[in-house]
Nanobody, 122 residues
Framework: VQLIESGGGLVQAGGSLRLSCAAS????????MAWFRQAPGKERDFVGL????????DYADSVKGRFTISKDNAKNTVYLQMNSLKPEDTAIYYC????????????????WGQGTQVTVSS
């Protein structure tokens, strides 16, 4: 399984970015795809997830109403649309995958991308 994130960058507070996670290596029908983020000196935190089959989503309270996760089955790609960005959203954002079970703990995910940097200036 390979996960490749893209779309990070520098944006001003209040702006938007869309991250992409391209997945390959197997069929992902029964997988859960998640986004995590890690700021310098902090733990890797859950951002949100989507179930590949049913499209069920779950979000951390800190991003609910601002971030949206979606998927494109034909492209095997998951997206993280981030609106109303705040300086505290600055972090490296990681895509992760696991087989079945939408959970928020990073240690329970089996596959990870390399991460993409998001920097929000005030």
């Amino acid at each position: 399984v390979q996960l490749i994130e893209s779309g990070g960058g520098l944006v001003q507070a209040g702006g938007s970015l869309r991250l992409s996670c391209a997945a390959s290596g197997r069929t992902f029908t029964n997988f859960v795809m998640a986004w995590f983020r890690q700021a310098p000196g902090k733990e890797r935190d859950f951002v949100g997830l989507i179930t590949w089959g049913g499209g069920t989503t779950d979000y951390a309270d800190s991003v609910k109403g601002r971030f949206t996760i979606s998927k494109d089955n034909a492209k095997n790609t998951v997206y993280l649309q981030m609106n109303s960005l705040k300086p505290e959203d600055t972090a490296i954002y990681y895509c992760a995958a696991r087989l079945r079970g939408g959970v928020r703990k990073a240690e329970l995910y089996d596959y990870w991308g390399q991460g993409t940097q998001v920097t929000v200036s005030s």
